[in-house]
């Protein structure tokens, strides 16, 4: 059985930082591009940052400078350090696998709340 499960959330003040984790089991995570969306309330699930089985990385516009996206292949672990919080990036963020080579094969973890607020 597949799991991610994310961890590091919590409510910070403006300009803070959290390190999230994301924790998988029941794949072997070093082939899977591997991901972090987030969602505010009322809107639509939209791309954070990502990283390819062959350390590609990827960040929206929003968080470039301030995010940073790492994974640890030994323990099946990604990572998103986050820096310079804004109240903006307050949302549940999600955690994502993708595999490299089998299309479709894709899990989401049950996200971690991240409110930025004074």
């Known amino acids: 059985q597949v799991q991610l499960v994310e961890s590091g959330g919590g409510l910070v003040q403006p300009g803070g930082s959290l390190r999230l984790s994301c924790a998988a089991s029941?794949?072997?995570?070093?082939?899977?591009?591997m991901g972090w969306y987030l969602q505010a309330p009322g809107k639509r699930r939209e791309l954070v940052a990502v990283?390819?089985?062959?350390?590609?990385?990827n960040y929206a516009d929003s968080v470039k400078g301030r995010f940073t996206i790492s994974r640890d292949n030994a323990k099946n672990t990604v990572y998103l350090q986050m820096n310079s919080l804004k109240p903006e990036d307050t949302a549940v963020y999600y955690c994502?696998?993708?595999?490299?080579?089998?299309?479709?094969?894709?899990?989401w973890g049950k996200g971690t709340l991240v409110t930025i607020s004074s």
């Open positions: 990283i390819t089985s062959g350390s590609g990385i």
């Open positions: 994502n696998a993708k595999n490299d080579y089998v299309k479709g094969m894709e899990y």
């Open positions: 029941g794949i072997i995570s070093s082939i899977y591009t």
